[in-house]
């Protein structure tokens, strides 16, 4: 095997009906010592900023080095001893479970603290500290130095050649590019295109240099794992950071409502009550407020910006290890990790619940499949007949290496995950329960109650913890149940309105993700015989299976595509393999024409990359299609946080917008908060003027954001929403208080004049 790479296929036990495990003892896939040594190392530096944010002398240590000190913390302890301890030879498996049980112990722990009301961030900080700095000790001193080295990983692998060293280079004048290409861009100037026609020639050059580096290591003899991982993280960079490395704020608005909440709940110490369903499945939220805490910062700002970049690196370890399994090759699994990417349109990877409930759930599912490649599989004979009566008989047998005690903990460590993702989002853990019951049904775990569990977790959260979800409307929750056109009505008709171009362009979205299916619809069908294939393609249709239980406020569709793309993105790279094998045989050359042939070769990795950057720019379409309305500004930011903190109590706003920015302690938690009103019912639509002359709010606050939404959503003309303005100020009522760039507030002439500085 060359030099930092990893060998091409995987292979796959052969099916044997003996269910007892090897007697050798499997080796961790990370090297032991060191994972130890960073995790302590880790736990010292959170428990030495704990003690300084508790004694008031954290503000020397700048924001960006606690934020990193506390995201470590959260993303290794107490995961990185415990998944070592139990040896899972996986790399991608096992750094999937180190993140996702670190992160489910910070939830949990926030979450069942601020519930009884005895929030205290820091000294729950220091027992994850302390406890995990244990752990590390312990499972030091029990391993002898023999055991530092593992059979599964390589450290030359780090060694650089000059095929990685010019790779390497290329990505870093690619970002360069973006970054040149951040700098001019002028995303306030996006329109019904949305920021394709902003975005310049540098960062089309940028993403280009990305797509040929792809390209050449996807077709490299043996992958570099470390090229494509950068390479990914790159391609992630173009294609959800382009607006926000511009604007300096995240790209997506509702992440100020999730810093709004998170702020209450940090000043609060408790879950508010009925004030928003979204509290009652706080755990993002709670975990969240922890760590502003902990880390001494005023909001959770700073976690905002970049999250796309951080949800979609984590989301490369469950990708690369169900791929894994589904293609059996580690070039197909690599190719799954791109696709995933390329057709992430979704914006559901910013700073929300649904992120972190995505990767709980990915990663559930990998550790299943991997389990499931892994161990002995009775067979349960042949033919359709057959599978369906006797696989819920079946019982897999045990991972080589894992006795029955590790592989109930392995269990356990699931388990913990379930419940973290249970009082973390309201859809993902139905699903869970889908999943797992799909495993169950084909004989394909040996946590054949698991399904159980889960459900009976979440039906014990959703009876006594999300109370003030359900309490008065559960009957309008039950009629949902059923009403699939209703679901699907609310998903995708009833969002193809406004601008009529928008429309058009909604459509670009809507024939990438049918497109994107379709194509892996063919590639399970490609992979028939496979032993993963009815499970994997059953857990991949899972999701769509939702529809019939609500609408989730129009959003289902969606959230069925994004739940299912881990799935879809490996069957989509076995069809793309079979049609280009295809392909190759239709053009009658062989693999050894093709090596001798340079220039077939270079035409061959310019037309890919050609293509690969054609679909990449598509992603750049879709996903940059509602920046004319979702972008946001530091003068919004900074104008809307002082205009809520100084309007007197009791006022009275119309928002020409949902006004995320405006969302903090002042409205969850002052006893008389400004009342806030919106304009997006449509007999306010009808006549803006008389709207606000009628309703004589103390305030009226109006953002790009909001004109964008009038414009294309909701259909507005550019020249009728500035004739409601001059008509509203012309009336003598309205006098302007701030005008700026991105940001106008109109006060009644009664209303006392707010001092509010430019930013």
Not at 191 to 200: S, Y
Not at 288 to 304: E, I, K, N, T, Y
Not at 311 to 329: K, S
Not at 466 to 477: E, F, K, N
Request: aromatic content about 10%; glycine content about 8%.
């Amino acid at each position: 095997m060359s030099v930092g790479t990893d060998p091409e296929t995987v292979p796959i036990p052969v099916p044997d009906r003996e269910s007892r495990p090897a007697d050798r003892t499997p080796r961790f896939g990370w090297p032991l010592r060191p994972t130890l040594a960073a995790a302590a190392a880790v736990a010292l530096a959170v428990l030495l900023l704990d003690l300084l944010v508790a004694a008031d002398a954290h503000t020397g240590i700048p924001e960006p080095i606690r934020v990193a000190v506390v995201l470590a913390g959260a993303l290794l302890l107490p995961g990185a001893p415990i998944v070592a301890a139990l040896r899972i030879p996986g790399r991608a498996v096992g750094a999937g479970l180190v993140i996702a049980l670190s992160l489910a112990a910070t939830i949990l722990a926030a979450q069942f603290t601020i519930v009884p009301e005895w929030w205290h961030p820091l000294r729950t900080q220091a027992i994850l500290a302390v406890s995990s700095l244990v752990l590390c000790v312990l499972l030091w001193r029990r391993h002898s130095p023999a055991d530092v080295t593992s059979a599964a990983f390589d450290v030359r692998a780090l060694v650089p050649s000059r095929a990685r060293a010019v790779s390497l280079a290329t990505l870093t004048a690619a970002l360069a590019l973006f970054v040149v290409a951040a700098r001019s861009l002028d995303f306030t100037a996006a329109r019904e295109f949305g920021i394709v026609t902003e975005i310049g020639a540098a960062y089309v050059a940028g993403l280009a240099l990305v797509s040929v580096t792809i390209v050449v290591a996807l077709s490299s003899r043996v992958v570099d794992r470390v090229v494509m991982t950068a390479s990914v993280l790159v391609l992630v960079t173009f294609t959800t950071l382009l607006v926000s490395a511009s604007s300096g704020e995240t790209s997506v608005p509702t992440a100020f409502v999730h810093r709004g909440f998170i702020s209450a709940l940090v000043e609060s110490g408790m879950l508010p009550p009925a004030i928003d369903a979204r509290f009652s499945w706080a755990g993002f939220f709670s975990g969240s407020a922890h760590l502003v805490s902990a880390a001494g910062l005023p909001d959770a700002h700073a976690f905002m910006t970049y999250a796309p970049l951080f949800f979609n690196a984590l989301m490369i370890f469950p990708l690369y290890a169900i791929a894994l399994v589904i293609t059996g090759r580690v070039r197909l699994a690599w190719l799954s990790v791109v696709l995933y990417q390329l057709f992430n349109w979704y914006q559901q990877d910013y700073f929300a619940p649904q992120a972190v409930a995505l990767f709980f759930y990915s990663t559930i599912v990998a550790t299943l499949l991997w389990q499931l490649r892994s161990a002995p599989l009775p067979s349960v004979g042949t033919g359709l007949k057959a599978t369906i009566l006797r696989s819920p008989r079946r019982t897999p047998g045990l991972v080589p290496g894992f006795g029955k005690g590790r592989t109930l903990a392995v269990g356990a460590v699931l388990l913990v995950i379930v419940f973290a993702n249970t009082v973390t989002h309201q859809i993902t853990p139905m699903l869970v329960v889908i999943a797992l019951a799909v495993f169950s049904y084909f004989g394909a775990t040996r946590y054949r109650t698991m399904w159980l569990a889960a459900g009976l977790v979440f039906a014990a959260w959703f009876s006594y913890g999300a109370t003030d979800y359900w309490m008065g409307h559960l009957q309008s929750i039950f009629d949902e149940i059923g009403q699939i056109g209703n679901s699907v009505g609310r998903g995708v008709s009833d969002r193809i309105t406004g601008d009529p171009t928008y429309q058009q362009m909604q459509y670009l979205r809507m024939g990438a993700s049918g497109v994107f299916a379709l194509v892996a619809f063919a590639g399970w069908l490609l992979s028939r015989g496979r032993r993963t294939w009815l499970v994997a393609g059953f857990v991949c249709a899972a999701p769509f299976s939702l529809v019939v239980l609500q609408s989730y406020g129009g959003e289902m569709i969606i959230r069925c595509f994004v739940l299912a793309s881990p799935v879809l993105a490996p069957f989509a790279a076995i069809a793309l393999a079979a049609a280009a094998h295809r392909v190759r045989r239709l053009a009658g050359s062989s693999s050894q024409r093709r090596r001798r042939s340079g220039p077939s070769r270079y035409a061959r990795t310019a037309a890919l990359s050609l293509a690969l950057l054609a679909v990449a720019m598509l992603l750049t379409v879709n996903r940059g299609l509602n920046t004319a309305f979702e972008a946001s500004t530091g003068e919004q930011v900074s104008v809307s946080d002082q205009f809520v903190a100084e309007v007197p109590p009791g006022s009275s706003i119309m928002s020409w917008s949902h006004a995320p920015h405006t969302v903090g302690v002042r409205r969850l938690l002052d006893p008389s908060p400004p009342r806030m009103f919106f304009i997006d019912s449509y007999p306010c639509l009808g006549n803006l003027t008389n709207c606000a002359l009628d309703r004589e709010p103390s305030y009226i606050y109006i953002t790009a954001q909001g004109i964008g939404m009038l414009r294309y959503q909701y259909g507005q003309s550019e020249q009728g929403l500035t004739e409601h303005l001059d008509a509203i100020t012309a009336s003598g009522r309205y006098l302007p208080m701030y005008e700026g760039s991105t940001v106008l507030i109109l006060r009644r002439f009664d209303s006392p004049s707010l001092r509010i500085e430019e930013s």
